[in-house]
């Protein structure tokens, strides 16, 4: 594992339950909010789901993971709201957003 996949994965780690942060935030946390698809191809190799809670990370807008790379953006809903996420039309409600 690279250490920006390291760092990625520890900024992910880092996100509580209830909220979620985009691609583009996790790349300015890096440095450079230009690695959202560095971040989001990351996040699609992520070895450990369970621990690195990628379901948790949305796009610029809000909205959830089309391809989200575990089970799809149903399970993405289904982690998000078993943590009192707010969803409607598959976009997170603002006050859920870091």
Do not use: W
Not at 38 to 53: A, E, Q, S, Y
Not at 57 to 79: D, T, Y
């Amino acid at each position: 594992m690279s250490k920006l996949s390291d760092k990625i994965y520890e900024i992910v780690s880092n996100i509580p339950r209830g909220y979620v942060m985009t691609y583009g935030q996790i790349g300015e946390k890096l440095g450079n909010k230009n690695l959202s698809r560095v971040v989001g191809n990351v996040l699609h190799k992520n070895p450990t789901p369970i621990i690195v809670p990628c379901h948790r990370v949305v796009n610029s807008k809000g909205e959830l993971a089309k391809n989200f790379g575990f089970c799809g953006i149903e399970k993405q809903k289904e982690l998000l709201e078993s943590e009192g996420v707010e969803i409607v039309d598959y976009k997170v409600l603002k006050k859920h957003m870091l």
